[in-house]
Nanobody
Framework: QAHVIESGGGSVQAGDSLRLSCTDS????????MGWFRQVPGKGREFVAA????????KFEDSVKDRVTISRDISRKTVYLQMNSLKPEDTARYYC???????????????????WGQGTQVTVSS
C-alpha cells in the first residue's frame, strides 16, 4: 500500500511562492502518476495538477496553469508542486494522491486516485 506524505506548506504573503513536496515511500514505479488536489472547508477537493511517472506528462487545472508547475524525481519517489504568484484564494489544504492505473491518462477526479496523503496547509494572506 502506498504511503504518501506531503510537505512544504505554510503561511505566506500574496505574490510569494511555495514548493510542495510529495513522497510515496511505497512507489515501485508501477503506479501511473501522482496528482495534487486542494480543499477548503465546506467544499470538495479541487484538482490542481498531475504528472505521470513514466513519460512525465502533466495536466493542470485551468485557473492555476499559468502559475503552477509540477515535476518529479523518480530516484527520490517525490513529486513537486511549484506555486508562484500566490493569491489569497489559493488558501487551502493541499493533498497529494497516487493514481495506480491510467487507462485514460492523467485523472482530474478524486475517484481516479487510489491513495492519499494527510495534506499540507497553505495560507496566503493579502
Amino acid at each position: 500500500q502506498a504511503h504518501v506524505i506531503e510537505s512544504g506548506g505554510g503561511s505566506v504573503q500574496a505574490g510569494d511562492s511555495l514548493r510542495l513536496s510529495c513522497t510515496d515511500s511505497a512507489q515501485t514505479l508501477t503506479s501511473f502518476g501522482m496528482g495534487w488536489f486542494r480543499q477548503v472547508p465546506g467544499k470538495g477537493r479541487e484538482f490542481v495538477a498531475a504528472i505521470s511517472w513514466g513519460a512525465g506528462r502533466t495536466k493542470f487545472e485551468d485557473s492555476v496553469k499559468d502559475r503552477v508547475t509540477i515535476s518529479r524525481d523518480i530516484s527520490r519517489k517525490t513529486v513537486y508542486l511549484q506555486m508562484n504568484s500566490l493569491k489569497p484564494e489559493d488558501t487551502a489544504r493541499y493533498y497529494c494522491a497516487v493514481q495506480e492505473k491510467g487507462p485514460y491518462g492523467l485523472g482530474h477526479h478524486e475517484y481516479e486516485y487510489d491513495y492519499w496523503g494527510q495534506g499540507t496547509q497553505v495560507t496566503v494572506s493579502s
